[in-house]
């Protein structure tokens, strides 16, 4: 795949974007504001995702495992 057609995919993807919120219709201040807090929504999830999930798969594996018999020799 040559660097053409992959600018050219993004290019398209990007104005998918764009047109799916609305943003082709907002002027660029309004652009740059709404793009700012998507950002930072979406960093928020990321991070509070990589944050809790791993606590959450630790607690359900201790729960199943006590409910099945397993029990572990791993000391927290």
């Known amino acids: 795949m040559d660097f053409r057609r992959v600018k050219d995919y993004f290019s398209w ?3 998918q974007y764009q047109i799916i919120s ?3 219709v907002l002027e ?3 652009q740059s504001m709404f793009n700012t807090i998507l950002l930072t929504i979406f960093a928020m999830v990321v991070y ?3 944050v809790f ?3 959450h798969i630790r607690l359900a594996w201790e729960f199943f495992s006590k409910m ?3 029990h ?3 000391s927290n």
């Open 53 to 55: 999930i791993p606590i």
């Open 13 to 15: 993807l990007y104005y």
């Open 68 to 70: 099945c018999g397993y």
């Open 28 to 30: 660029p201040w309004e």
């Open 48 to 50: 509070t995702a990589y």
């Open 72 to 74: 572990s020799t791993i």
């Open 22 to 24: 609305c943003c082709a």
